[in-house]
């Protein structure tokens, strides 16, 4: 039976040595290990906002998958680092509340809390590595560390709304994501955002070129976007920038 995947949800970008440092430490405990690097640019520090993230692109994970998420501003500090199973798949992350909305979302779930101790050696400033990584690369290999169970509503993030009506993501074309689930607005017409009013469309096509408009996006959220143009400089958005949905 082949090895599950293990997917880097993470803020660290692509330059810089860390996300190879992490996947030298799953390669070096395994060689057969396959990595994906699922989002490297989820909104910096902010495990708030990638949360919704989080949530949204797990829905496209296959079924044995092992997740590593690292947005992790509190690294070194006494925030507990999590284990959260979910049927078969696994998530190792730090408890900031990046787990929270998936956790909330899940139904049948079970946290757990690592030891970093258990760890050979531990840096301050880089549990992905450190911590992380190499209880995602037991996982996978079916060695499931000593974790203690940990109640849901102890964790970061427990009472935090199941949408965020604001803006968590802003993508290399200047469309921004919000933290809204088509799910959870029934008759979505369109948002108002910064004195804005957009209308829904199905796609960039169905409306003028240089026309912002709103959209359900390939990952079930609310997106805002200008056709042929960049929605965060037509509209002065930024993350964190307050919407309001407008239904029928």
């Known amino acids: 039976m082949p090895l599950p995947v293990i997917y880097f ?30 989002m490297c640019d989820a909104p910096f520090a902010n495990p708030r906002g990638a949360a919704y993230l989080l949530a949204a692109l797990s829905r496209y994970l296959p079924e044995h998958a092992v997740v590593v998420a690292v947005v992790d501003p509190g690294v070194g500090s006494a925030r507990k680092a999590l284990c959260l199973n979910i049927g078969r798949r696994w998530y190792v992350a730090p408890d900031n509340g990046l787990l929270s909305v998936l956790s909330a979302t899940a139904g049948d779930c079970s946290l757990w809390e690592i030891d970093p101790s258990l760890m050979p050696a531990v840096s301050a400033s880089f549990h992905g590595r450190d911590v992380f990584a190499p209880v995602a690369g037991m996982i996978a290999q079916g060695k499931i560390p000593r974790l203690q169970p940990v109640e849901r509503e102890a964790m970061v993030g427990a009472s935090w709304p199941s949408d965020l009506e604001e803006i968590v993501y802003i993508d290399g074309f200047g469309n921004a994501m919000t933290g809204i689930s088509v799910s959870s607005v029934p008759g979505f017409q369109g948002i108002k955002v910064g004195g804005h009013a957009l209308r829904r469309a199905t796609t960039f096509s169905s409306v003028g070129v240089g026309e912002p408009f709103c959209y359900v996006n390939s990952i079930g959220l609310l997106e805002i ?12 958005l930024c993350i964190g920038h307050p919407v309001n949905v407008v239904c029928q």
């Not at 976007?225 to 002065?236: D, F, R």
């Open 225 to 236: 976007a200008v056709n042929q143009g960049c929605a965060a400089e037509v509209l002065q």
């Open 9 to 38: 949800f993470t803020d660290f970008g692509v330059q810089g040595p860390y996300l190879g440092q992490m996947e030298s430490v799953l390669l070096a405990s395994c060689q057969d290990i396959r990595v994906v690097n699922l």
